[in-house]
């Protein structure tokens, strides 16, 4: 597998692309000068990423005549907080920030997120590049720009809309992550294909086992046709007044658990939206949407690859639907006091809903939590 292959997000004169190959690491001075107004850029980056890539990237930066100062913050989404934002911030601005300066994200989706929001509001908004080195970042929150930090009461409620320059996905460094990451970034890509794409569930049914494990040719594949939709649904709505809010299937779920858990890594973001996508389903057949056999099929599929689709104990955590609940009503989603769901009347056949009874989401937790 060599070259990359380039997915266009189109948003008129904020227009952006993503590239999707390998080596693109290595490459990435080459990609980032032109779009650089200073020869000089600070890299963001975490604990765990920095050793792994950050020479290659300041390496290839330095090729194409591009000097870097870099920031390396905490692992875990602990880290999108006032506390690491203020520290961050303070940071950069140490190093002379100015309007036409430009930020690097080198991370997964906790550094594109909180260097996207810091991108945002530093000198009321400069320019920032995406280098996702984790698959969730790849096919979801590097593209789209969402950044945001965490509240104590709920993921995300703190952020901006603040679109990157550049995207670059390099799926040749999805080696070094560990099973655990690579599999709670494959729950999102099994999210496009069950909103709206059958054909590529169906796809992903058949190279799902081979993709988590070592086959380049699928990630890759799986990458481009995930920032495709991606792509297309920020173009039609970029600031999820409508469609892109599908995007957000099984994050209602997911989020409450994730909050329930304290953020501190004990359910990674994948593993509460593949939780999430199972609930939604069982939601959704409990409301007689949705036909039985398919939730069945999802959950099915989501085990086979490794990925749990049930609520099992977990460290400092007693699961219970109240307090799930109350999680719930907090999701930056609630408009007119009322919860908006992804609901699904099959496999590929996802819609927004806000008239969803409380008794049926509490039957639908308790299921959850009984085990």
């Known amino acids: 597998m060599s070259g990359s292959e380039t997915v266009h997000v189109n948003l008129g ?22 779009l650089m107004k200073l020869d000089r850029t600070v890299i963001v980056t975490d604990e765990n990423v920095a050793p792994l890539h950050l020479e ?25 907080s006032f506390a690491h934002l203020q520290t961050l911030i303070d940071t950069l601005l140490s190093h002379r920030i100015e309007r036409s300066s430009s930020l690097i994200a080198l991370g997964g989706g906790m550094i594109g997120d909180i260097t996207g929001f810091a991108a945002a509001v530093l000198l009321r908004g400069i320019d920032y590049i995406q280098i996702p080195t984790t698959l969730l970042a790849q096919v979801d929150s590097s593209v789209g720009g969402k950044t945001a930090i965490n509240a104590s009461q709920g993921k995300n409620l703190i952020g901006a809309f603040h679109q990157p320059r550049l995207v670059l996905a390099d799926v040749g460094i999805l080696d070094t992550l560990p ?15 069950l909103i709206d794409d059958p054909e590529f569930f169906y796809w992903l049914e058949e190279h799902g086992v081979s993709l988590c494990e070592d086959n380049l040719e699928a990630r890759r594949h799986a990458v481009v046709k995930s920032c495709q939709a991606k792509a297309a649904i920020v173009a039609a709505d970029e600031r999820e007044s409508g469609q892109r ?3 957000n299937f099984g994050h ?23 939780i999430g996508m199972g609930m939604a389903f069982d939601l959704s057949v409990r409301m007689g949407l949705c036909p039985a056999e398919d939730a069945a099929r999802v959950h099915r599929h989501f ?5 749990e689709t049930v609520l099992k104990p977990v460290q400092g955590t007693v ?3 109240k307090a799930l609940l109350a999680h719930m009503r907090k999701d930056k989603k609630v408009q ?33 939590t009984a085990g």
């Open 245 to 247: 809010a599908l995007l």
């Open 179 to 193: 099973r655990r990451e690579l599999l709670a970034g494959y729950a999102e890509v099994v999210k496009y294909g």
């Open 252 to 274: 209602t779920f997911g989020h409450a658990l994730e909050a329930e858990t304290g953020y501190g890594g004990i359910m990674l973001h994948g593993e509460g939206v593949a």
């Open 56 to 80: 290659t990237l300041q390496r290839s930066l330095e090729l194409a005549g591009i000097s870097s100062d870099v920031v390396i913050l905490p692992p875990g989404d602990g880290t999108k």
């Open 319 to 321: 699961w219970g639907s």
């Open 13 to 34: 004169d904020r227009s952006y692309d993503v590239l999707v190959g390998e080596g693109l690491l290595a490459s990435a001075g080459d990609h980032i000068k032109p």
């Open 303 to 307: 085990e086979i690859v490794g990925l």
């Open 336 to 368: 007119d006091g009322k919860m908006t769901f992804v609901l699904t009347r099959g496999i590929g056949q996802a819609f927004l809903s806000r008239e969803v009874r409380e008794e049926d989401i509490l039957e639908t937790l308790e299921e959850a």
